[in-house]
């Protein structure tokens, strides 16, 4: 595996968020619209057999992630960051990596309690077993809003995040999002921006 | 099961029309026209991958059948059964069956058979061919008819038989559930 600089996320890393924020933000909206009643229920029916296969492989990318986030060297916090920033920020993301483990989870586990008994057929390639629970509707509702309030707690730090990036990129004018965007910031970034006016210059420098 | 003993002794010569001997009298004891009873059972599975599948039934449905006495050949069945008394042990199945993706209970609530020609294969066996039509759609069907049971004025009878439902444009849900529905019913008749 490259080893990458301490300053810069690597190509795993970032293709790996990406793509799992592609795929949470299309099974959010996927969960949102298969749940409406007005909705054709040949429809709906195809809605959820998307939902269970895609949550499927967010579940394997952010096992991966966080498999690669323990075996790969990670860039340290961006030095602009106050203590109580490097928490919150440590915080948020622990809790959206450990979300984006437990939401698809919870999902499976509604699929392997629901009294419906629906086969999991993985992009109709192989049968996923249910886990080995019970199978009644009191388990079906519980896991279900397990499922829900997860996905929506999910939703709220995922929007926390991306307000964040958008701040440290628009406001701080720091390499925050940059990097996660695979450029480089803006070098010694952190002496200019300490002070809370904007200035031009990082901007020419996020082109390297 | 309950009259085995009786069905041996009777079944044997019912159907057989071409066994000459004593053939006659006990079809003609068949004889007749039968409306099909409520207490029949009209069961079906789709299995699903992985094992498992949807077991269930429809609870109402009208018929009639008439057995010809000289010629098992020249009977008839028709059969009526509405979608809407499709009945599933889970309650959302039942009602995803009656829905537009399937049944479309309330467009087409009704699913008809008229059979076109009845053959006699063994001597309490018979194949029926006929036509059925779900959600507006025509199509050939078999059925393979086993009499178990003629007692008085009721007549008993297990049908089986295969249905691409494909063919009805209810393919919602394969391959997650097969195509084939097997229809496994218990007809009974009383005589008109």
């Known amino acids: 595996m490259r080893r990458h600089q301490v300053n810069e996320y690597g190509f795993w890393a970032i293709g790996l968020h990406w793509l799992i924020a592609l795929l949470i933000f299309g099974l959010l909206g996927l969960g949102f619209i298969m749940r409406r009643t007005a909705i054709d229920p040949a429809l709906q029916f195809s809605l959820y057999q998307w939902h269970k296969s895609v949550g499927l492989v967010v579940l394997g990318l952010a096992a991966l992630n966080g498999l690669h986030w323990l075996a790969a060297r990670h860039p340290a916090p961006v030095p602009t960051l106050g203590p109580i920033e490097r928490r919150a920020s440590l915080a948020t993301h622990l809790a959206l990596a450990l979300l984006c483990l437990v939401v698809p989870v919870a999902g499976w586990t509604v699929a392997s309690t629901t009294p419906l008994n629906i086969p999991t057929f993985f992009f109709e390639l192989v049968v996923i077993p249910p886990l080995p629970l019970g199978r009644s509707e009191a388990g079906e509702d519980f896991w279900s809003l397990v499922h829900a309030s997860t996905a929506y707690l999910l939703l709220a730090l ?42 031009p210059a990082p901007r020419e420098g996020r082109k390297q | 099961m309950k009259s085995v003993a009786m069905t041996l002794l009777v079944l044997p010569a019912l159907l057989c029309a071409s066994a000459a001997h004593a053939a006659a009298p006990e079809l003609a004891q068949a004889a007749g026209t039968y409306d099909i009873s409520g207490s029949s059972q009209i069961r079906f599975t789709v299995d699903q991958v992985g094992g498992g599948g949807i077991n ?40 995803f069956l009656r829905s537009s993706a399937v049944f479309d209970a309330e467009a087409y609530p009704t699913v008809t058979f008229r059979s076109t020609a009845v053959r006699q294969t063994g001597e309490n066996t018979a194949i029926v061919d006929g036509m059925l039509t779900a959600r507006g759609i025509t199509h050939r069907e078999q059925f393979a008819v086993r009499l178990q049971n003629l007692k008085g004025n009721a007549i008993a009878f297990n049908v089986t038989g295969n249905v691409y439902r494909s063919r009805y444009k209810m393919d919602v849900g394969t391959p997650i559930y097969l195509n084939v529905v097997k229809f496994d019913m218990d007809i009974r008749g009383d005589r008109r």
């Not at chain 1, 958008?166 to 002496?191: A, I």
């Not at chain 2, 109402?60 to 008394?85: C, E």
């Open chain 2, 56 to 95: 269930g039934k429809f609870t109402k449905f009208a018929g009639r059948l008439r057995i010809d006495g000289n010629s098992v050949g020249a009977s008839t069945v028709s059969f009526t059964l509405y979608p809407q008394s499709v009945a599933t042990p889970e309650q959302r199945m039942a009602d």
């Open chain 1, 158 to 199: 995922a929007a926390l995040h991306v307000a964040a990036a958008l701040y440290h990129h628009f406001v701080r004018h720091d390499e925050v999002l940059l990097r996660m965007l695979g450029r480089k910031g803006p070098q010694g970034g952190n002496v200019r921006l300490a002070s809370p006016a904007p200035q």
